[in-house]
């Protein structure tokens, strides 16, 4: 049996070790605190499993297959059934660990040293960390006080960087608001880059900007199965765009990346979405009470098109009430100390039940 981590010094070997990059800085990685809590709203995750068949069908595909040997490097069965969901062809769909891995890929493969990346906070901090990571300068616009983008003000933006890479997120992170398609539309128009839109909570939305994805369009859409599909335990998340950017995406993606478990699970997921449908009906249902549950505390409210809501607690000041749900084992986002959401809260919409612990708890917090 080998051992590591033993009597290092004993080896003439020690040393000091050597520094990371020095650009990382002090850029904290991306997380939301874990704390143990009975109720827990922060990630914005489904609250509801994903439906039993679903992984009855999984366990019963696992037996036969060959762990011993390497999976379909180019997930092609999960892509064409993805492409057959969408309307799109195989050609036009990258799938990836997690949206996030998406985001990697098409920052490693658009972005990098002597590129930039422009977006609009608030919003998703992840697409400036990946953007950072790899080494892609970020210009950071910033929305109007209500949130919504000055188009005008993003185009000059646009014009003066020339990115290579412009982000949007839609429903945006954290504020859950969608943009308008002509807005999207607007920016793909005024772009030399590609625009990547984050629709990590798409399915939540009144509408999607995957139509407008087409060969000849600079146009990415990014998905995930975390929280739609109930499975952000499983890692996958994927873009619909041209072929030619899918080509580029394969290209820098680690050979095999994706397990042969996660292309059949994802594959197997698209049989059941009248389940799916059905979980986001009633998340739809449950955060319209969570967004009137909230203004009648006095809180204000931001419309979300999302499976979360961004809210502004009254009177006291938004880490305050943080600290003070986490008392009462209620965990939500912190995000009162963000550029441009200061006292805000986010709160992911959870069941009927985890939502009305939340409510008593904040009714007491403000009482
Ligand atoms: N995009 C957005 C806007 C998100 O909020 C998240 C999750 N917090 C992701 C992407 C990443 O999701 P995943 O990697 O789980 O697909």
């Known amino acids: 049996m080998s051992r590591a981590g033993g009597a290092s010094s004993a080896s003439g070997l ?36 994903p439906p039993p068949e679903w992984l009855e069908a999984v366990v019963s595909q696992a037996r036969d297959m060959a762990f011993n040997r390497y999976p379909d490097r180019s997930a092609r069965a999960l892509r064409e059934a993805l492409a057959e969901w969408h309307g799109v062809r195989p050609e036009q769909v990258f799938a990836a660990n997690g949206s996030n891995e998406v985001l990697q890929c098409l920052c490693l493969a658009y972005g990098g040293p002597g590129r930039a990346a422009v977006l609009w906070e608030p919003t998703y901090a992840l697409h400036s960390h990946i953007a950072h990571l790899t080494g892609t300068k970020v210009v950071q616009g910033q929305r109007r006080a209500d949130f919504s983008l000055d188009l005008d003000a993003c185009r000059e933006l646009v014009s003066r960087h020339r990115p290579s890479l412009v982000f949007l997120c839609s429903p945006n992170n954290p ?101 799916m449908d059905q979980r986001v009906e009633a998340i739809i249902a449950e955060r319209e009470r969570l967004e009137a549950g909230l203004a009648e505390l006095g809180a204000q409210v931001w419309p979300s098109q999302a499976n979360f809501v961004l809210f502004r ?14 008392d009462r084992s209620v965990l939500v986002r ?26 008593e708890a904040l009714a007491e917090v403000l009482a």
């Open 175 to 275: 504020t859950g608001l969608a943009e308008a398609p002509s807005t999207v539309a607007a920016i793909v128009a005024g772009s030399e880059g590609l625009v990547v839109v984050d629709e990590a909570y798409g399915q939540f939305s009144s509408w999607s900007a995957l139509g407008m994805v087409g060969d000849d369009v600079p146009l990415v859409v990014v998905r995930t199965y975390s929280k739609t599909w109930s499975m952000a335990g499983l890692r996958l998340g994927y873009a619909v765009g041209p072929t030619a950017v899918v080509q580029a995406l394969e290209r820098v993606a680690l050979p095999y990346h994706l397990d042969m478990l996660k292309q059949a699970a994802g594959r197997l997921a698209l049989r059941f979405s009248r389940q």
């Open 14 to 49: 020690a040393r000091p070790l050597p520094e990371p990059r020095p650009d990382l800085g002090l850029r904290e990685g991306y997380h939301s605190p874990q704390l143990p809590a009975r109720v827990r709203l922060n990630t914005n995750e489904s609250p509801y499993p």
């Open 334 to 359: 912190d995000t009162s100390r963000w550029p441009g959401l200061s006292g805000c809260l986010r709160v992911t919409v959870g069941t009927p039940e985890e939502d009305g612990v939340f409510l």
């Open 313 to 326: 607690p009254p009177g006291r000041s938004g880490g305050d009430v943080w600290q003070a749900l986490v």
